[in-house]
């Protein structure tokens, strides 16, 4: 659908429009399809994550080479948390070779990492903005030191609160308790979302009734709703319910969807309007190199 007629939708179809759009594009691209795989120009240009996070390249890689071999071992939670800090799959090649997801040794990360930065390699995803908060330290030895390895040394504790673990809100809340993993939470909510499909949080009550959030989807549920884009949000809880049960019930064919497809489909969908409305730029344009 060309940009023109999308503007004629009104905001919830709009939304729903992205989603299936979007999926689409993944599916047509999966097929073989040459380019363009969308009449959309917004979508032809810039570049937006799947509706589906399982679906994400870097996600794709950790659920074949982690988090699958590692879903019914405790060690799943520290290799979770420890690679979600980097979500760069260059670094979690590195980390796996040296067998540091699931037997972290602070001195020797941080020599791994700084030998791939003093080869001109990326170690950090550039999807997260990820900062050392004003400390001195190098980035790398800020995130190794300062946030992963609190994690790696109250492991045992951590590991005996999990088996209490029924909802993804009590996990949430247990990591957002480690430096760089509080504050808004997006970092727990990461790890989170990973921990949703093994043993630890497969059988979550919560899945289809709580997310975390950020400021995004806060923005997105603002447009469907015609609000002030910086309105507080605070029914978000009761809104992004009621959405849930509308994008299944007007999308029966797509995959499964759960709390947080809605939560990260409306921050897309920010991004979405952002663009087509010519308010503020978009960092990220598309070559339809991804293979999301």
Same mark, same amino acid.
């Given at each position: 659908?060309?940009?023109?007629?999308?503007?004629?939708?009104?905001?919830?179809?709009?939304?729903?429009?992205w989603?299936?759009?979007?999926?689409?594009?993944?599916?047509?691209?999966?097929a073989?399809?040459?380019?363009?795989?969308?009449?959309d120009?917004?979508?032809?240009?810039?570049?937006?994550?799947?509706?589906?996070r399982?679906?994400?390249?870097?996600?794709?890689w950790?659920?074949?080479?982690?988090?699958?071999?590692?879903?019914?071992?405790?060690?799943?939670l520290?290799?979770?948390?420890?690679?979600?800090?980097? #979500?760069?799959i260059?670094?979690?090649?590195?980390l796996?070779?040296?067998?540091?997801?699931?037997?972290?040794?602070? !001195?020797?990360?941080v020599?791994?990492?700084?030998?791939?930065?003093?080869? +001109?390699?990326?170690?950090?995803t550039?999807?997260?903005?990820?900062?050392?908060?004003?400390?001195?330290?190098?980035?790398?030895?800020?995130?190794?030191?300062?946030?992963?390895?609190?994690?790696?040394?109250?492991?045992?504790?951590?590991?005996?609160d999990?088996k209490?673990?029924?909802t993804?809100?009590?996990?949430?809340?247990?990591?957002?308790?480690?430096?760089?993993?509080? +504050?808004?939470?997006?970092?727990?909510?990461?790890?989170?979302?990973?921990?949703?499909?093994?043993?630890?949080? !497969?059988?979550?009550?919560?899945?289809?009734?709580?997310? #975390?959030?950020?400021p995004?989807?806060?923005?997105g549920?603002?447009?469907?709703?015609?609000?002030?884009?910086?309105?507080?949000?605070?029914?978000?809880?009761?809104?992004?319910?009621?959405?849930?049960?509308?994008?299944?019930?007007?999308?029966?064919?797509?995959?499964?969807?759960?709390?947080?497809?809605?939560?990260?489909?409306?921050?897309?969908?920010?991004?979405?309007?952002?663009?087509?409305?010519?308010?503020?730029?978009?960092?990220?344009?598309y070559?339809?190199?991804?293979?999301?």
């Amino acid at each position: 659908m060309k940009v023109v007629e999308v503007a004629k939708l009104p905001p919830v179809e709009r939304f729903l429009y992205w989603i299936r759009e979007r999926h689409a594009i993944y599916q047509r691209r999966k097929a073989g399809r040459p380019k363009p795989w969308t009449d959309d120009e917004v979508l032809q240009r810039y570049f937006f994550t799947n509706p589906y996070r399982e679906h994400d390249k870097t996600t794709v890689w950790f659920r074949e080479n982690v988090r699958e071999p590692l879903r019914d071992d405790p060690e799943v939670l520290f290799a979770t948390v420890c690679f979600r800090w980097f #979500n760069y799959i260059p670094t979690g090649q590195v980390l796996v070779a040296n067998n540091l997801l699931v037997d972290w040794d602070l !001195e020797h990360a941080v020599r791994c990492l700084n030998t791939m930065k003093s080869e +001109g390699m990326q170690v950090f995803t550039g999807a997260f903005n990820i900062s050392n908060s004003g400390s001195t330290k190098s980035k790398v030895e800020r995130v190794c030191q300062d946030y992963i390895q609190p994690v790696w040394s109250d492991l045992s504790n951590l590991l005996s609160d999990a088996k209490r673990w029924t909802t993804l809100r009590q996990a949430h809340q247990r990591l957002k308790g480690y430096l760089g993993l509080g +504050g808004s939470g997006f970092m727990a909510y990461e790890a989170v979302c990973d921990l949703r499909y093994t043993a630890l949080l !497969e059988h979550a009550k919560d899945k289809l009734t709580w997310s #975390n959030p950020g400021p995004g989807a806060k923005r997105g549920l603002n447009r469907l709703l015609g609000r002030d884009l910086n309105h507080t949000c605070r029914d978000y809880p009761d809104h992004s319910l009621a959405l849930l049960a509308t994008t299944k019930a007007k999308l029966p064919k797509l995959p499964s969807l759960e709390m947080r497809e809605i939560e990260h489909s409306l921050c897309e969908f920010d991004k979405y309007e952002r663009a087509r409305l010519g308010n503020g730029h978009l960092k990220r344009r598309y070559s339809g190199a991804g293979n999301s």
